[in-house]
């Protein structure tokens, strides 16, 4: 009986947070001017609380929505996307990190990591994406490029790179500092670059982990305080934030029928219902599209000393892309393949690729590969059919005169 008022108890409590925490939207639209936000007559979406909102198609890049994007914002806990991001490309997952003093004594969020402590690099990124510790942050920071101020200067690098040029990071954690800022865009770009990286997806879709906690007998058992992971369908990341001067934060993302959107709120009241409401109207703009079919031919190339004069390649696997409120013309389709090939080639080998770009950014590709083996010509044969050949002209030309 205890364990069923127990689970009875959860059961309610888990309802009543979701009732109080998923508001209507003309709630919304009268608590939205407590929070300061300037909502313009043609804003398609008024009742999002947010200060600044945006809703991006991650392959890409294309912004669906956007309200003060712009617009300078302190990230607070949403830095550690970045954080991951050159983490992955800078660390190797499976280095074991020694966690220092400075790092153990972060303040903030925290996975309780302890001075001498050795983890798992791959430990300490899922420790900072699923329950935000800012200690794992620092243990990250300082075991990849010696202290935080270095490391911060390699994520505002990075940003820039990605085209993410109004952000400023001087800490891998983003607690409060006048100089680390962001902005909607900025974050979106960021997310979407991170959604190349397979592991990227993995970490920050993770709804539960266990990694391990030295000298204590049991694991650290995380739960991913990303509620857009349950709430959402095909919720597959990315990053909630809070602190005083940055409000309630999140990137959200989500996965349906092939197309990932990337939303951003920064300082908003009602941070879960404005990503579902961005995310809804997103998902409503834009569609995944059948561009190229896995098997089709699409050139032919010339055989160098094969026992067949040329060779038809096809595509190894299909492709479709996001088109917004189908805008087709703005894609266009690229092949590239040589002239010719010599022999021997065997059936499947790739020989070149067809892309698909969307305005000048390659979005996606597929190999193209032989559809049969050619074999080479036998020395020999070749002799014979020159020799052959040079007797017909002889003859010929004999002939005429």
Known sequence: MKIVGSLFMGVLLFF????????????????????????????????????????????????????????????????????????????????????????????????????????????????????????????????????????????????????ATNTNFVNSSGLPDLNHYTTAYDLAKIAAYGYRNPMFEQIVSTKEKQIPWADKGYDRELRNEN??????????????????????????????????????VLDSLYMWNDSIALLDYGFRHVQSVPMVKKGTVLKQVKVISGDK?????????????????????????????????????KKGDPIGKVSIFYENNEIASANLVATESIGKKSFFLQLFKHFAGTVDYLKHTLLLS
């Open 16 to 163: 009543t947070v979701l009732n109080n925490a998923i508001v209507s939207s003309a709630e919304q639209m009268d608590t939205a001017a407590t929070n300061n936000v300037y909502i313009s007559a043609d804003d398609l979406l008024p009742s999002v609380t947010a200060r600044s909102a945006i809703i991006m198609e991650a392959a890409t890049g294309k912004v669906l929505y956007s309200r003060a994007i712009d617009a300078r914002r302190y990230p607070a806990s949403t830095t550690k996307i970045m954080t991951l991001i050159v983490a992955l490309e800078k660390g190797n997952l499976d280095d074991i990190v020694t966690v220092s003093r400075n790092a153990s004594r972060t303040e903030g969020s925290t996975i309780w990591l302890e001075p001498g402590e050795k983890i798992r690099l791959s430990d300490l990124l899922y420790g900072m994406m699923l329950v935000s510790g800012n200690d794992a942050t620092v243990a990250v920071a300082e075991h990849i490029a010696g202290s935080v101020d270095a490391f911060a200067q390699l994520m505002t690098d990075k940003a820039h790179e990605i085209g």
């Open 309 to 345: 004069p040329s060779l038809s390649l096809q595509t190894d696997a299909s492709i479709e892309v996001p088109v917004v409120d189908g805008e087709r013309e703005n894609y266009r389709t690229v092949i590239d393949v040589p002239n010719r090939v010599s022999a021997a080639v």
């Open 227 to 264: 509620q857009m992971l349950w709430l959402y369908k095909g919720g597959n990341g990315v990053k909630t934030g809070y602190t005083d001067a940055a409000g309630r934060c999140l990137v959200a993302a989500a996965k349906q029928d092939g197309v990932q959107l990337i939303t951003v």
